[in-house]
T-cell receptor, first 110, second 114 residues
Framework: DAGITQSPRHKVTETGTPVTLRCHQT?????MYWYRQDPGHGLRLIHY???????DKGEVSDGYSVSRSKTEDFLLTLESATSSQTSVYFC?????????FGSGTRLTVV | QKEVEQNSGPLSVPEGAIASLNCTYS??????FFWYRQYSGKSPELIMF????GDKEDGRFTAQLNKASQYVSLLIRDSQPSDSATYLC??????????????FGKGTLLTVNP
């Protein structure tokens, strides 16, 4: 998607290991979000950021942390990955209205 | 907890028919409403937004909002097989201070049969 990239696109990791997903934007948008998408649950907000070093929790934040040291980058860390965190992770950016989503990261925890 | 409810479907319509997708929300203070389309294996893409009561038309798509009933819908006229996707309803809510966040429904799977 134009202006927003996620990396990696796919990752397989072992239970108990830390994992960091990266979201990078070139739009200079203030707001950035991390969602996970699972069958039967839809998109659920994990964490979001409303500026550099300003972050807040979403509805499913347990086991996740985030950091935003630059406007363009929003990192999501799974501190100790569990099988329940196997999911598709989407980053989104916004200037307060409609969101633009990245292409997603498919994470498998084995 | 602010909730957004959609019929999960699947909704199956013949090509050329009108597809009607519905959504209800729990927070009366919600101001803006969005419809996203998501093809299998892809990311959601914004197709419509509405914030005033009534209808808003964009090509073959019409969004309808009734704040009194806390109901928003999406009509797709002259449905095409390429419209087959999951449609996500989303509601913008204030999350504290001047910050906002979108709450999504679980989506309705639409299949348009040739």
């Amino acid at each position: 998607d134009a202006g927003i990239t996620q990396s990696p696109r796919h990752k397989v990791t072992e239970t108990g290991t830390p994992v960091t997903l990266r979201c990078h934007q070139t739009e200079n948008h203030r707001y950035m979000y991390w969602y996970r998408q699972d069958p039967g649950h839809g998109l659920r907000l994990i964490h979001y950021s409303y500026g550099v070093k300003d972050t807040d929790k979403g509805e499913v934040s347990d086991g996740y942390s985030v950091s935003r040291s630059k406007t363009e980058d929003f990192l999501l860390t799974l501190e100790s990955a569990t099988s329940s965190q196997t999911s598709v992770y989407f980053c989104a950016i916004s200037e307060g209205f409609g969101y633009t989503f990245g292409s997603g990261t498919r994470l498998t925890v084995v | 907890q602010k909730e957004v409810e959609q019929n999960s479907g699947p909704l199956s319509v013949p090509e050329g028919a009108i597809a009607s997708l519905n959504c209800t929300y729990s927070d009366r203070g919600s101001q803006s409403f969005f419809w996203y389309r998501q093809y299998s294996g892809k990311s959601p893409e914004l197709i419509m937004f509405i914030y005033s009561n009534g209808d808003k038309e964009d090509g073959r798509f019409t969004a309808q909002l009734n704040k009194a009933s806390q109901y928003v819908s999406l009509l797709i006229r002259d449905s095409q097989p390429s419209d087959s996707a999951t449609y996500l309803c989303a509601v913008l809510n204030r999350s504290g201070g001047s910050n906002y966040k979108l709450t999504f429904g679980k989506g309705t799977l639409l299949t348009v049969n040739p």
